[in-house]
């Protein structure tokens, strides 16, 4: 019997496939005021993404950073203290080690230049090796870290969702921690909803700012409240310390007893005061620009030999100051401790 071959053609049409970007993954417009500056962030070298921002969330807060495991960035940096630390004078680190400087405040790190009182540092995307490898802060080398990110049940898959990739990488790593502080976006306190028209400024808080943009605005210029330069602001040399600021990384003689100009914002919430936390309240911190000037070749020439201020002065620019306060941005749930 002969056999009938069958041929089946099987027609197969081209079907066109779009794969759909999960939504993590998206690139994030990086919103901010539309009078504010324009930022110096290098945002196409590294896209904004919820993955990345959730994943730096997680690094920030995560003591597994340090040699021992116990020392975090939010160690040192507390979300509702402006994202630095209040309750002593110079940072804490690994074995109850002690820092040589304050810890300066986290805000608007998009507009930033360069980074830590020093200027150590050009490049937010590698900031966190710092204090990662610095013996008195996390005390950790940056080898050991990826390491120990690597051999945790959930950092490979949540690298892997961030960037693609489960071996994590160092620059991955530093990334990721700059993604989310970029989120730290400080934009809406009584300051600003006075500048957008929404509020107004009380009598005396109006002088304070009156007096503010005469006196204090060259070095901390609005919006962001600071010129992001350094300036030796007079303050005499601690004899312990000796730190002598900018001169340690330029070791230019112009550069002696010169600290990075600190953001103004949400200054209530971020004393003691000065790269050495010596100073515990504003009226302390009036004081010295008023009668505490330690003159030298160096001090900034805004402030010359002091700024004349009398009580009402003093008591005025504090109450300004007080308007930088932003409790949205202070108590902002997205910013503080992940609780997944």
Known sequence: MNKRAVVILFIVGLVSVSFLVPEENKVLKFNYPESWPKPVYDFESNPLTQAKIDLGRKLFYDPILSKDNMISCASCHLSYTAFTHVDHALSHGVGDSIGVRNSMSLVNM????????????????????????????????IVSVIQKLQDNNEYPALFSKAFGDTVISSQNLLRAIAQFELTFISANSKYDKVMRGEDQFTEQEARGYAFFKDKCASCHKEPLFTNGEFENNGLEIDPSLYDLGRFGITHRSLDSLKFKTPSLRNVEFSQPYMHD??????????????????YSKTVSKHIGRGIALTEDNRVDVVAFMLTLTDKDFLFNQDLSFPRK
């Open 110 to 141: 998009a507009w930033s230049k360069h980074f830590m009182w020093d200027g150590a540092v050009n490049n937010l995307d590698v900031q966190a090796l710092a204090p990662i490898s610095n013996e008195d802060e996390m005390g950790e080398n």
């Open 277 to 294: 936390g010596r100073f515990t309240s504003l009226h302390e911190v009036m004081n010295h620009y008023s009668e505490g000037i330690h």
